[in-house]
């Protein structure tokens, strides 16, 4: 018999606890009742699930879902499914919280909640990820829905995944549900811009923070981590836009030219072998290489906790922006601040997801289909408001991008929940 060493998780840090230290920070830095704290410090609801499957050898695997839901004061909660093999409760639940400051943040109607599977669905054949989704929606059927918790793309998760979450929900009522899930194929009731919405809010709150230097993103040296939905199209942006991006990576690692790398051909080559590996007129360099990178701006857009104590000090970048979400540990946090890198918080940076999966509810609950223009304008107007109030608190708080951006948010659910009153 042969032992086979288990996968280590990339979370080295509880990311519950992290989220749970950062909402108490935020309590001190801005004097929020300790009362309101004790509830916001938890989440309202965790549901574990049971999804078998039969797997195409005929064997049966059951996988373990979660669906969690950490407030809804201002709103149905609203958050993403991940698949990956590394997806854990706590996780899930840091990932909930963050929706619920992402959401109050944009001042958007939502709370917060996340979902996922622990599994691999690269392994996946299209059969047994099929099976699974429909099993786990069933799971969770009771949790969700258009007013009370709206699920959407995650990390391991596509608009193929929604489609059949969408289609088993509504198998089960009878009739079409547009509003239970977001981030759908254009052909059933998804909205124009959501694909790219993520990168491309990242790409305006980018905009925003270099105008603020007196620049604009032409000539910025950037390097991208991750080159999934939102590193990928935030690299054509940039790009786009005139920036010169030095490197991007994939789980494979990370390719790299000092005089930039050539994103449209970088995306063909994912496109037709699966990696980046073997991108031709690029060097090879690891994802740790890429995150030490001399440059301007750094966009950790894949998974939790890649920036920790162990190299915050040694990042070079000017400007970090969190197209993942929580890629920055709170030790990590401080070494990064002392040194005056200008970190944009992923609930700032990565938020035009949700804010396009807003607009994608409310064309669905109407019946009422925009035009991309009109959604894109409409993102960059909530995404520069955000950007400028969190700017505002930093200046008048002389505090931290993130500390503002948390700070704002968690008072608005704060008085939220004020205003409704504690049940009963
Ligand atoms: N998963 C994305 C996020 O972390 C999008 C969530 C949504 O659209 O509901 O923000």
């Known amino acids: 018999m042969s032992t086979v060493a288990a996968p280590v998780s990339h979370l080295r840090e509880n990311p519950f606890e992290i989220a749970q230290q950062q909402l108490h920070r935020v309590a001190d830095t801005f004097k929020i009742d300790p009362n309101l704290i004790s509830v916001l410090q938890q989440c309202k609801k965790a549901v574990v699930v049971s999804v078998p499957v039969v797997m195409d050898d005929g064997t049966v695997h059951a996988f373990e879902g979660y669906r969690v839901t950490h407030n809804i004061a201002r709103g149905p909660s609203k958050g993403g499914i991940r698949y990956h093999p590394d997806v854990t409760l706590d996780e899930v639940k840091s990932l909930a919280m963050w929706m619920t400051w992402k959401c109050a943040l944009m001042n958007i109607p939502f709370g917060g909640a996340k979902g996922g599977i622990a599994c691999n669905p690269k392994q996946l054949s299209r059969t047994e990820l099929q099976k699974m989704t429909r099993r786990y929606t069933s799971e969770i059927i009771n949790e969700i829905g258009p007013e009370k918790d709206i699920p959407a793309p995650d990390v391991g998760t596509d608009g193929r995944v ?18 239970v899930v977001t981030g759908k194929p254009l052909n059933i009731g998804g909205s124009l811009g959501r694909l790219e919405a993520t990168a491309r809010g990242a790409l305006y709150i980018i905009r925003e923070a270099v105008r603020k230097q007196g620049a604009t993103i032409a000539g910025q040296r950037v390097a991208v981590e991750g080159f999934g939905n939102v590193g990928m199209y935030l690299a054509r942006f940039l790009a786009q836009e005139g920036a010169t991006v030095l490197a991007v990576s994939d789980s494979s690692g990370g390719v790299y030219n000092s005089n930039g790398i050539d994103v449209e051909t970088a995306i063909a080559h994912k496109q037709e072998t699966g990696s980046l590996d073997g991108l031709k007129d690029a060097e090879r360099i690891t994802d740790e290489e890429l995150l030490l990178l001399e440059c ?36 990590a946090d401080e070494i990064l601040e ?5 970190v944009l918080p992923d609930v700032l940076a990565n938020a035009g997801g949700v804010v396009v999966s807003y607009f994608e509810w409310v064309q669905g609950l109407q019946e009422y289909f925009w035009k991309e223009d009109e959604v894109n304008a409409r993102l960059n107007d909530i995404s520069t408001r955000a950007f400028n109030e969190t700017w505002a608190t930093r200046e008048s708080r002389g505090t931290s991008m993130r500390m503002a951006a948390y700070g704002l948010a968690v008072n608005r659910v704060a008085e939220a929940t004020t205003t409704r009153g504690l049940y009963p």
């Open 162 to 179: 929604m489609a059949w979450i969408f289609d088993t929900y509504s198998m089960n009522k009878g009739h079409s549900v547009l509003g």
């Open 296 to 331: 301007d701006v750094l966009a950790p857009c894949a998974l939790e906790q890649v920036i920790t104590s162990d190299n915050a000090d040694k990042v070079k970048a000017k400007i970090i922006c969190e197209g993942a979400n929580g890629p920055t540990t709170p030790t």
């Open 338 to 342: 002392d040194r005056g890198v200008l």
